[in-house]
């Protein structure tokens, strides 16, 4: 399979149609081209279309993109921090402007699986700037604090992303409250950014979905995301 360099991420306060920060545009078939001459398809995936150049960690055969959802103050950028960098962002909060992201590589099943994870502001002013991005996401993320029900942006992506979107709902700072995820009927799991409590499996568990949703053998059975996700927590010895 071809391999296609990952890219750095940066700010982008722009919609996708005034220039994304992967430098997409739009062609006549409908799909995107990105950067080198990758294509990305409706449904966000995108295809490398470039040979491998060396091993290098910075190549990968297939990518996705992910966008993590939610009020302000959930700690979506501490999140993406913390799998990015292993680390947390202590100190005074500084709310995202706009729209920003991050590229993360990911070995799923011997492959390279790039994750461009787009992490959108809260703040109910940037709210058009992040419906402009939906529509291009293969996977939303969506966090949560409980004392905030999750309803509200269960229907803003219902109106705003495409309804094969794969979605998953994360408690973070609060572990341990699973049950009352569980009533919303989609996969959810609690985080914390601050330990790093499953904050890399809360991303392989959707790099393996994706994974599977765009390479699936005839025969394979099908990745059931909650399932894993409940495997690996009790074999980790998660408390929860
Ligand atoms: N205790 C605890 N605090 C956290 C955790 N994650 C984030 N925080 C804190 O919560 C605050 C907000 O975190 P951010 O990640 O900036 O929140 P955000 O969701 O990106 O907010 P917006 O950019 O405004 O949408 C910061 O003060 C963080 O230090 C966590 O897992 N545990
Ligand atoms: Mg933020």
Same mark, same amino acid.
């Given at each position: 399979m071809s391999r296609k360099k990952a890219g750095k991420g940066k700010n982008a306060n722009s919609s996708p149609t005034t220039g994304s920060p992967t430098g997409k545009q739009k062609g006549k078939t409908g799909k995107s081209t990105v950067g080198t001459g990758s294509v990305v398809q409706a449904n966000g995936m995108v295809h490398p279309s470039r040979p491998s150049l060396s091993n290098s960690s910075e190549f990968y055969d297939i990518a996705f993109k992910v966008m993590l959802v939610g009020d302000s103050g959930v700690g979506k950028t501490c999140l993406l921090v913390r799998f990015k960098d292993g680390a947390f962002l202590a100190g005074s909060f500084i709310s995202t402007v706009g729209i920003d992201f991050r590229n993360k590589l990911l070995n799923i099943d011997r492959l390279k699986v790039k994750l461009q994870i787009w992490d959108t502001a809260g /703040?109910?002013?940037?709210r058009s700037v992040t419906h402009a991005y939906y529509r291009d996401c293969f996977l939303i993320m969506s966090l949560l604090?409980? +004392? +905030?029900?999750p309803q509200a942006w269960l229907t803003e992506i219902h109106d705003y992303? /495409? /309804?094969d979107v794969v979605l998953m709902l994360l408690g973070n700072k609060m572990p341990c409250l699973s049950v009352s995820l569980q009533e919303f009927g989609v996969p959810y799991m609690e985080t914390s950014a601050k330990s790093g409590l499953n904050v890399e499996l809360a991303f392989t568990a959707v790099a393996k979905e994706l994974k599977h949703r765009s390479m699936?053998?005839?025969?394979e059975p099908k990745f059931k995301l909650q399932d894993y996700v409940n495997k690996e927590m009790k074999s980790a010895g998660c408390a929860c």
């Open positions: /703040q109910e002013r940037f604090l409980l +004392s +905030s029900p992303a /495409q /309804q699936k053998e005839p025969n």
